[in-house]
């Protein structure tokens, strides 16, 4: 059983044939999958796919989570952070069986300069303390921005954390680990790239109860379709790769992933 804990079939891209698609990662041996939250669009496609698959896909278990992508953040007038979280404090109470997260959302530095951390900090705040009073884990987008992700962290070491597409090595793993008891991170088929060995550094390093598998589709897709788009039905590719690494059977890293989700969402 193959879970894909983090993707966007709610991405423009891939809605238009979100059924063609869950189709095909049922067929590679998929059962639950979660669309990942990123502005309203996304959040409200995301929602819509896991209605719809309850009739339409009974062997699946599709969910989403709710939030806004810290790029978003620069497009996003301060004023308006309280009204957009409130929005997804109402998806989530108009949704609950749908919705099992908040985010993604945190702090993403590669593409933004620092004038705009501060911006991006706050959203990333508010979104954890909605996290806090709703009772659901949060998942993280930090990339080149370990610290300054810490920074808001910190004061949340009570959330079950989702760090997706673990961006950070084995150093940064056990920091996470020490910090935050509920965390969790995903690996996605970046393990499948000659030269990520700082990826799998890390994917060896993290506690077999922490770790889970994502694809981030329709990014990252495995090293065999590079250059290509990435689907759901991939993730098979990140599991292979973790298994080799581990020297475990395929087999034995689904149930110990199925484990882990399951301690994260409650499921």
Known sequence: MLIDAHTHLNLEDLFIDWKTHLTD????????????????????????????????????????????????????????????????????????????????????????????????????????????????????????????????????????????????????????EELFPKVRLGFTNILTYPNAHSTRAAFLAVKKAKRLMETDAPFLPPQAFRGKRNYPAYVKYAYASGAELLGIAEEALEQQIEENFSALCSL
Do not use: M
């Not at 989570?65 to 810290?70: A, I, L, N, Q, R």
């Not at 749908?98 to 501060?118: K, M, Q, Y």
């Open 25 to 176: 990662f049922q067929t590679a041996g998929g059962k639950i999958l979660v669309n990942a939250g990123a502005h309203t669009d996304y959040n409200q496609n995301g929602i819509r796919i896991a209605q719809e698959a309850k009739k339409l896909f009974p062997k699946l278990t599709v969910k989403a989570t709710v939030g806004f992508h810290p790029e978003d953040a620069r497009n996003i007038a301060t004023s308006d952070f309280w009204t957009l979280i409130n929005e997804l404090e109402q998806q989530y109470l108009q949704n609950p069986d749908e919705v099992i997260a908040i985010g993604e959302c945190g702090i993403d530095l590669h593409r933004t300069d620092n004038a705009n951390l501060a911006h991006q900090q706050e959203l990333f705040r508010l979104h954890a303390e909605l996290a806090r009073k709703l009772q659901l884990p949060l998942v993280i987008h930090s990339r080149d921005a370990f610290e300054e992700t810490l920074e808001i962290l910190k004061a949340f070491p009570d959330l079950k954390l989702y760090f997706h597409c673990r961006g950070y090595g084995a150093e940064e793993v056990q920091i996470v």
